[in-house]
């Protein structure tokens, strides 16, 4: 990977220095502009090499001329541990393999590593492992280390869960968040907000129920599918914490290029609109665990758009944008009554509004 | 969704749109109340829409902005005292006191918990009797009568463990404080919907009749909006001063009488610091006498606080509509949602969120 092809990750104006903050909060962990001013800040300068600052879902490694790996990690730490469509352990075996994924990669093994807080039912412990070993049986994975260790009581939510999925890249793919390019068609894979929704409302806290299920699902096979039938891939990309907004933006300052999206394109399910218009969320930040981005060389788009289409995963796929050149950097979203505004990323937490 | 998606058709705004075109001669400058209306006008474009003639600017409706600095630094106060589960809407925890969030308190080992009801921290307060729990009771007419029906419900199930910090604020106070200010420039108002379907909207022909100038009801959709706009814009043309209804299907002209009733038990007026414009005389609520038992600024003696904002907010001047977000030194710059100086970056209703989240062009094109 070029020097001159690594972008940064700053915001949309100047990223103001963390000595503001003294003490790590929550907006840190929220994907969104905290998230990505912590990494640039402390921990990219730290570490800096040309994986990392690429920026994407997963570091691309080369240890040899001709093997190329992508490597991605995360935690997993959602209440409550299950909730309509997956629980935790679906999770952290979806949540990187789709990181290693987008970058066009062939996920092959994961490790987990769980931290159990004392107390914990062995129940509970069993079904999320149950869950782990369909989950990665459906994206034909394995896990192949692992660690435990158990802290005391009060100081974990039940259980957390990190896994870090390895996955083979073909000699010559080249898929990334800094390649999208004027004339590229957007296309998501189906509607967006499910997870997001599905996880709030099953933390009871509502005072409402809904029926929103969690997309949580391995893409892998859905990436597979797109490789098969096209070279144009450019950058794929699930749009996890911070929703498709945030996704976007992540793209258009790492490609350098303006992203225009068409609202009346987007899907979202009824329930999860009413459940945005109630708490004042726009489902453009609500995360998805099943979803993917993939942006696209124009003459491939509706090959791979119908080739999605027959994926179990990728029925509701649709076109909800192009690339342009300017004004780089920046999201723009033709509104459905016709004028044009700024999609940014988001700021810190999602907060319900007041009134 | 029935009845939402209705008011978004953009075939049916285009064509209030023009028709306002039709109808307008001259410049005219119209302030939209709510900070829920200036979001959605941001949110959709429609100021891209409206012909030149007319300037929207955007008043104090937003209440997380308004709310003062002193009474925030009391939150985060009461919310650092041990055994105190403090709860709040969402939008509160970003707003900064002189220093710090109630974030920053969360984080530094407090029990700040976000509700989405007030009957929710009612609700805490019940699960934990052993700990004394706080709701920040915040807001226009709007959230007054559910964070009045929480104090009626603790005094009914004697909870002793349960107190209100209360800074309400009302809408025609701040509309009299607009207009009879010496550089008052708004000729229309937009008065707010939500407001009046609380209150309904028999205050407003005095304020209308008073200053000259007419005021409709209006509604949160882009249609709703852009028909609030028409209407204003007729009386307007017309030399009519007068009070109209564009948000009929929401809104009666008294209101919603037992919501009221339930405030009026509770609550009684009083004068109210507004953060970033100075006190306005009658403007706010405060708890009757005989509720004195739940109100936290009494159960929680802090003593005297000493409050600092930021020398380069100008919130004050924006929240009465006499300067726009691109107008400030320290807008997207110093100031940005996630680092914000001033309540009007904060909130989601805030206009300085507002431009900085959806019109952000705007601001880079201003030399």
Known sequence: MSESRLPTLEGAVCPVPLSHKDLIVLGHGSGGKLSHDLITSMFLPAFDNPALRAGDDAGLVQPNACTQLAISTDSHVVWPLFFPGGDIGRLAVCGTVNDVSMLGANPLYLSAGFILEEGLEVDVLKKIISSMQAAASEAGIQIVAGDTKVVQKGKADGLFINTTGVGLIQPGLEIGGALARPGDVVILSGSIGDHGIAVLAARGELGFETDVHSDVAPLNHLVASILEVSDGVHVLRDPTRGGLATSLNEIAHQSGVCITIDEDSIPVKPAVLAVCEMLGFDPLYVANEGKLIAIVAQEDAETILSTMRKQPYGEGATIIGDVKESPQGRVLMKTRIGTTRIVDMLAGEMLPRIC | ?367
């Not at chain 2, 038992?293 to 930021?310: H, Q, V, W, Y």
């Not at chain 2, 726009?324 to 807008?331: D, E, G, N, Y």
């Open chain 2, 1 to 367: 969704m029935k009845y939402v998606q209705e008011y978004r058709e953009g075939e049916l705004v285009r064509g209030v749109m023009a028709e306002i075109r039709r109808a307008i001669t001259r410049p005219w400058v119209i302030m939209e109340i709510c900070g829920g209306q200036t979001h959605a006008i941001m949110r959709y474009g429609l100021d891209q829409l409206l012909p030149n003639e007319i300037e929207l600017v955007h008043g104090p409706g937003c209440p997380v902005c308004v709310t003062s600095l002193e009474l925030i630094d009391k939150a985060l106060a009461i919310a650092s005292t041990p055994g105190v589960i403090f709860a709040s809407y969402g939008d509160m925890l970003r707003v900064p006191g002189s220093g710090r969030d109630l974030f920053s308190v969360r984080a530094s080992g407090g029990d700040v918990r976000v509700v989405y009801s007030p009957l929710d921290a009612l609700r805490i307060a019940q699960q934990n009797p052993e700990k004394q729990v706080v709701f920040f009771a915040i807001g226009f007419e709007t959230t007054a009568p559910a964070n009045a029906m929480t104090v009626l419900q603790a005094k009914a199930l004697e909870l002793s463990n349960y107190s209100v910090l209360v800074s309400h604020v009302r809408v025609p106070p701040a509309m009299h404080a607009i207009l009879s200010s010496p550089s008052n420039r708004v000729q229309g108002f937009l008065a707010a919907g939500h407001v009046c379907a609380v209150m309904g909207y028999w205050e407003y022909p005095p304020i209308a009749q008073k200053y000259g100038v007419p005021i409709v009801v209006t509604g949160f959709e882009p249609l709703d909006i852009a028909q609030g706009i028409l209407m204003t814009i007729h009386m307007l043309e017309h030399g009519k001063i007068d009070v109209d209804n564009a948000y009929s299907r929401v809104v009666t002209l008294e209101g919603n009488q037992p919501a009221q009733k339930v405030i009026n038990q509770v609550f009684t007026e009083c004068d109210q610091k507004w953060r970033g414009i100075g006190v306005i005389p009658a403007s706010g609520w405060r708890l009757r006498p005989e509720f004195e038992a739940f109100d936290a600024e009494l159960r929680f003696p802090i003593g005297e606080i000493k409050t600092g904002e930021s020398p380069l907010c100008i919130a004050g001047q924006i929240l009465q509509g006499m300067k726009k977000p691109p107008q400030c030194s320290a807008f997207g710059g110093a100031c940005t949602p996630e680092h914000p100086l001033g309540a009007t970056m904060v909130s989601s209703e805030g206009t300085c969120a507002a431009y900085y989240r959806y019109a952000l062009d705007k601001i880079e094109s201003t030399p």
